[in-house]
């Protein structure tokens, strides 16, 4: 395949496990086998009438005040190379960095963390292959978005986002915000856009900015949705479907940080791509170099 897009598969699946329209009665059967516990037969139920969990104190504070303490490391030592940005006027908090797990150890091993596999396992029904990490001092601002129109996958339904808590979130820092059921929605793909490779490749996310986050925010006044903002304590973490539509909210108050991570995985055997890009999944950024 030359070019990897929504259009160019066939319409075949099968659907994740909790995507499929017997999901409850699979629920009830993996119950009443002892697979899973009521917990998780919760969270389950959760996810597919929500499209999220909210995982409360996954992980302990003292092991996340390490893994940023390495993270500060990283930037401090120039190991860690932070993406360039708009600066705003009075803002003190530094840039993002895209896969900082290349290169900190320690970011590697939250990524594989057996509480984050265990569930992201769960979550999409196969084993899952850690794929991409995204660590943040602040608040991103971004507009509702959905994660497919970046990465998606074949069959379509296949990744999964944990959005990590390093502190408590202040609702003037820019938390986090989702809409609730909108994983329902169809993909929504670059060509049904009228984005074609050759544009992307050209005007890169100029097009994205045109014709995507326009047609998102007609989809959301549409169907009348209405976000709701994560207002995490440190530790908690956020796993979201592959199709949630979230966003990132203002800032109110610039001086407050928002200390986070975003890892991203993806079912084995399913194919990972850009349909922006029409290019597989890099392959490098499965983690295990640093």
């Known amino acids: 395949?030359?070019?990897?897009?929504?259009?160019?598969?066939?319409?075949?699946?099968?659907?994740?496990?909790?995507?499929?329209?017997?999901?409850?009665?699979?629920?009830?059967?993996?119950?009443?086998?002892?697979?899973?516990?009521?917990?998780?037969?919760?969270?389950c139920r959760e996810w597919r009438r929500d499209g999220f969990v909210v995982l409360t104190g996954l992980l302990t504070s003292e092991y996340l005040d390490g893994v940023w303490a390495a993270y500060e490391r990283g930037i401090a030592q120039g190991t860690v190379i932070l993406q360039p940005e708009q600066k705003i006027e009075g803002d003190p908090l530094p840039p993002r960095s895209l896969d900082p797990h290349l290169r900190v150890r320690e970011l590697d091993g939250l990524l594989r963390h057996s509480r984050m596999l265990e569930w992201?396992?769960?979550?999409?029904?196969?084993?899952?292959?850690?794929?991409?990490?995204?660590?943040?001092?602040?608040?991103?601002?971004?507009?509702?978005?959905?994660?497919?129109?970046?990465?998606?996958?074949?069959?379509?339904?296949?990744?999964?986002?944990?959005?990590?808590?390093?502190?408590?979130?202040?609702?003037?820092?820019?938390?986090?915000?989702?809409?609730?059921?909108?994983?329902?929605?169809?993909?929504?793909?670059?060509?049904?856009?009228?984005i074609s490779t050759a544009d992307f490749r050209r005007r890169g996310y100029e097009t994205y900015f045109e014709r995507y986050e326009p047609a998102i925010a007609r989809l959301i006044e549409k169907e009348k949705l209405r976000p709701a903002p994560f207002l995490a304590r440190k530790g908690d973490v956020l796993f979201w479907h592959a199709n949630l539509i979230h966003a990132g909210s203002v800032r109110r108050n610039l001086a407050l940080s928002r200390k986070a991570a975003v890892c991203h995985y993806f079912a084995r055997g399913a194919v990972c791509y850009h349909d922006l890009a029409g290019t597989l999944a890099d392959p490098g950024r499965v983690g295990g170099s640093h």
């Open 1 to 43: 395949m030359k070019e990897y897009r929504q259009e160019r598969f066939p319409a075949a699946g099968p659907l994740p496990w909790l995507d499929q329209s017997d999901a409850e009665e699979q629920i009830a059967r993996k119950v009443s086998r002892g697979e899973l516990t009521d917990e998780q037969a919760a969270r």
């Open 120 to 194: 992201s396992n769960l979550l999409l029904g196969r084993e899952s292959v850690p794929f991409q990490t995204l660590l943040s001092h602040k608040g991103s601002q971004q507009k509702p978005h959905s994660d497919s129109i970046h990465m998606t996958t074949y069959p379509p339904g296949y990744l999964t986002a944990a959005w990590v808590a390093f502190e408590d979130i202040h609702p003037d820092c820019g938390p986090v915000e989702y809409y609730p059921g909108s994983h329902r929605l169809p993909f929504l793909s670059s060509q049904a856009l009228g």
